[in-house]
T-cell receptor, first 115, second 114 residues
């Protein structure tokens, strides 16, 4: 079964610092990849997604992620974080070749950005 | 509606009590998912509906958990004889239809079993 690892559980940064959150998945083959974000007091919402094509995908609010198939990774990046980026970030994977189409989520990374 | 609606927002139950959690997906959304999120963890899959058909219930932790979506819109997750380990946030999500589309989440129901 697919599993998703997010190695950074808690990240604390100052504004303007660069961000990289790791995401690795266990089962190869054809996958669709997502990053979801949950701002304080709000519901989970999509940040960006990768289905195919250019492995560098850009999402909302200046976030981007790079799919590296050989490393089973889909790391999230932002060059300069803002206080408003304080949130929980979840990586999710759908294993298309597995045939289940059920999104599997990582445990999440809590990001706190100090002004 | 404008988004996925879940009720109640909070539920406190005594151990052994039955509970029912409601999810109202976005109108017209074919796919509906239930997830369980324990404190400090990510969402764990429980069950999936396509319209009224429950196509995958492999994530339901025990036979005390039951979900239905009889008319292909509103869904109810029922937990019988609640236990302390059932305490978690229960998330509902819907999508338009294609199975690899993004999910629209509700705010969740926080269940506390005392």
């Amino acid at each position: 079964a697919q599993s998703v690892s997010q190695h950074n559980h808690h990240v604390i940064l100052s504004e303007a610092a660069s961000l990289e959150l790791g995401c690795n998945y266990s089962y190869g083959g054809t996958v669709n990849l997502f990053w979801y974000v949950q701002y304080p007091g709000q519901h989970l919402q999509l940040l960006l997604k990768y289905f195919s094509g250019d492995p560098l995908v850009k999402g909302i609010k200046g976030f981007e992620a790079e799919f590296i198939k050989s490393k089973f990774s889909f790391n999230l990046r932002k060059p300069s974080v803002q206080w408003s980026d304080t949130a929980e970030y979840f990586c999710a994977v759908i294993t298309i070749s597995g045939g289940s189409y059920i999104p599997t989520f990582g445990r999440g990374t809590s990001l706190i950005v100090h002004p | 509606g404008a988004g996925v609606s879940q009720s109640p927002r909070y539920k406190v139950a005594k151990r052994g009590q039955d509970v029912a959690l409601r999810c109202d997906p976005i109108s017209g959304h074919v796919s509906l998912f239930w997830y369980q999120q324990a404190l400090g963890q990510g969402p764990e899959f429980l069950t999936y509906f396509q319209n009224e058909a429950q196509l995958d219930k492999s994530g339901l932790p025990s036979d005390r958990f039951f979900a239905e979506r009889p008319e292909g819109s509103v869904s109810t997750l029922k937990i019988q004889r609640t236990q302390q380990e059932d305490s978690a946030v229960y998330l509902c999500a819907s999508s338009r239809g294609q199975l690899n589309e993004k999910l629209f989440f509700g705010s969740g129901t926080q269940l506390s079993v005392l």
